[in-house]
């Protein structure tokens, strides 16, 4: 490398790393990837790799030192978010403060963050233990979410509507969690579509914000996990702009600085939004792949910007350029993958990328979390009726087949 060519450590190693890694190189940026898994498919895409647990912050922390890198990012890989912030705030790096990445990033601390600054929210407790929670439970309004502080991906999560699934639910968080506590609330009955989308700011002000339609398979073994994306929303215009005016005052009250952001907000039946979460790193499921695509605004090349403390050009507000969906593929039963079948017409005129990431003969699983993905399909619509139309029968012209 050259004597002056930055240093960026990306913590993982997962497939939504590699844009990351194309930006990085695309502005001249040496990067180093570390996790334990040296399998992991971005690695081979990165100038140097480290076999580091990623929540291993200490150990980390050292590496950074030894390298003496001028960045560091967890981009779409929530366990290093923490870590990374925490390597920011020892070496004077550029990045968010600590304590309020801290914050977001435990689902207990946000909630009770959200409520003590008059946010919308529901009501939420965070427990260590299955005794603890069942002698508060009388306290919460049915039905309830459980799920773990600090997982992300829909893992360890599940609604439940009776005490007798309380602790089957609490176990299940539990096997999910880092720091083996877990948050109980109630459950908002979302109006229309949730929406899980990412953001940017700059010096804490809110310049690019996007919301989108979040679709589930109800079929799936795991009903929360996401498993399609439509841009642009159909939430109300009332509900973007306060939504967007709460974000714009959080990351005030958190100090945040030039960072992007994975945002999930709802609208309930009660007629109220909501900030479900919000995580200072670029989205799963490629989502500002997708939004590259449906705004030209590139978001990815902005993070890695911000990493190493380059200025960041100028962002436009969100603005799409047409009707634009994501696909998760994704298998009803765990088997053997043989094919993906496309409707021809679909295939000619809409799909505008398969990304599949499995071969004839892997096993695939049933889709329980983002894990169990198989791929992905980037669409694009003539106009919002037939975006809905189609995005409402997804499973009669895409079928995954199994044996």
Not at 29 to 38: E, M, S
Not at 195 to 223: C, V
Request: with cysteine; hydrophobic share 35%; net charge negative.
């Amino acid at each position: 490398m050259a004597n002056n060519q930055k240093k960026i450590l990306m913590l993982g190693g997962l497939r939504y790393l590699i844009p990351v890694i194309q930006a990085a190189h695309e502005l001249g940026y040496y990067v180093i990837t570390c996790d334990y898994l040296p399998h992991n498919v971005a690695h081979k895409y990165a100038d140097e790799y480290h076999n580091i647990s990623i929540t291993d912050k200490n150990a980390v922390l050292e590496l950074a030192k030894e390298l003496k890198i001028n960045g560091i990012m967890s981009f779409a890989v929530d366990p290093g978010v923490l870590t990374a912030a925490y390597v920011c705030d020892k070496l004077g790096l550029p990045g968010n403060p600590y304590t309020s990445v801290q914050i977001l990033q435990n689902k207990a601390l946000f909630r009770s963050f959200l409520e003590k600054n008059g946010f919308n929210t529901p009501k939420s407790r965070g427990y260590n233990s299955i005794e603890e929670a069942l002698s508060d439970i009388e306290s919460f309004q049915w039905p309830i979410i459980v799920k773990p502080v600090d997982s992300a991906g829909s893992k360890g999560v599940s609604r439940i509507d009776k005490t007798t699934d309380l602790e089957k639910a609490i176990t299940y968080a539990l096997k999910n969690s880092f720091s083996h506590r877990f948050i109980v609330e109630e459950f908002i009955e979302q109006q229309g579509y949730s929406s899980d989308s990412d953001a940017f700011s700059i010096n804490g002000e809110l310049k690019f914000i996007s919301f989108s339609d979040q679709y589930f398979d109800n079929k799936a073994t795991n009903p929360y996990t996401p498993s399609a994306y439509s841009w642009p929303s159909s939430m109300l215009d009332r509900n973007r702009e306060f939504l967007s005016s709460e974000i714009q005052r959080l990351l005030q009250l958190l100090h945040m600085n030039t960072s992007i952001y994975n945002i999930e907000t709802r609208v309930g039946t009660d007629g109220k939004a909501y900030i479900m979460e919000v995580s200072p790193r670029g989205g799963g499921n490629r989502l500002s792949e997708m939004l590259r695509y449906a705004t030209e605004t590139d978001l990815i090349k902005n993070a890695v910007r911000a990493a190493v403390g380059e200025i960041i050009p100028p962002i436009a507000p969100c603005v799409y350029n047409g009707y634009w969906s994501e696909i998760i593929l994704h298998a009803d039963r765990t088997g053997i993958f043989k094919d993906i079948q496309i409707e021809q017409n679909m295939k000619e005129n809409h799909i505008i990328e398969t990304d599949l990431w499995v071969q004839p003969g892997d096993l695939i699983h049933s889709f329980n979390g983002a894990n169990d993905a198989i791929g992905t399909l980037v669409v694009s619509f003539n106009n919002e009726q037939q975006q809905h139309k189609m995005m409402s029968c997804i499973n009669s012209w895409v079928k995954i087949i199994t044996e």
